[in-house]
């Protein structure tokens, strides 16, 4: 059992990841907005952080990049989830501080494996977040 922090400002969304994660025996700590997620990151003390790169006020990478300059959160792994992946994006979020990102909409399977590999602190094999849907 993990402690993982979801921030995604879609509601549907954000229900889906917390069931899955949950189903996997995982404690979830949802974050709508994402100008609160670094405080609750902090409150919270999360194995993982999941955060959408699409979101209003603080973007994902922005958001990525505050974890990544907190004292007490830089070391904690980071899976981002898009629904724009572009040519060049698995470098930029890379680059900002995501271990792995997966596409939307989310294959259920790539989601959990993906949850999985981070907690384990295993590495990615290159190319293996993209999803083809
Ligand atoms: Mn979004």
């Known amino acids: 059992m993990a402690k993982i922090l979801v921030v995604e400002d879609n509601a549907l969304n954000i229900k889906l ?25 902090r409150a919270f ?27 007490q959160l830089r070391d904690v792994p980071i899976m981002a989830v898009t629904a724009y992946a572009a040519a060049g994006d698995d470098e930029r979020f890379r680059a900002a501080g995501a271990q792995a990102y997966v596409s939307k909409p989310i294959s259920v399977m790539r989601f959990a494996e993906t949850v ?18």
């Not at 189903?23 to 974050?31: L, N, Q, S, Y």
């Not at 990525?64 to 300059?69: E, K, N």
């Not at 981070?118 to 999803?131: F, H, I, K, N, Y």
């Open 45 to 71: 003390h999360p194995d993982l952080v999941i955060t959408d790169i699409q979101l209003p006020h603080l973007t994902g990478i922005e958001l990525m990049q505050q974890l990544r300059a907190d004292e």
């Open 116 to 133: 999985d590999q981070l907690l384990e602190g295993g590495r990615l094999v290159e190319g293996s977040s993209q999803d083809s849907h």
């Open 17 to 41: 990841f917390c069931d899955l994660l949950t189903a996997h025996g995982h404690e979830t700590e949802p974050v709508t907005d994402s100008r609160d997620a670094l405080e609750a990151a």
